[in-house]
């Protein structure tokens, strides 16, 4: 890893979501944080697509993504699961490339469980490779269970 690269924190914010304190957390011990926040008028495709574009803008520019969040809104229908698994790949891949980062799927309401459930999934297909992902959902299933 080049030392000389900026260490940068990603929040993804969808409409309804508690994407605010995620800023607050990231700016301790990666001040620069970047915000992609979801328009008004905009889907989660769309949203899920400048992600993408951005991320691609970070990586190219030698911008080191430490850890990212997607704070998610209560929606867990196909067309959101397929944009979130778009703006996640995007999140992903440099983190994979580095060999490190965190990745956080946050939600409200049903959605939680929905961000816990592409969580273990995600998990699982990173397996090995430096990158954690998880979900305050998972964290709070192990702490009943």
Known sequence: MD??????AIVVAEHGSAWRGWVDRFRVGTPDVVVIRQHDDEGLLDLALRVRTEMQALTESGVDIARAVVAGGDRVDPEAISAR??????LVAPMVSEGEGTL???GVGS???????LATTVA???NGTGVLVTSPALEAIAAVA
């Open 3 to 8: 030392l000389h690269q900026d260490r940068t």
């Open 111 to 117: 959605g939680a469980t929905g961000m816990a459930a």
């Open 104 to 106: 956080i799927l946050d």
């Open 124 to 126: 699982a297909q990173v």
């Open 85 to 90: 698994a778009l703006a996640i790949k995007a």
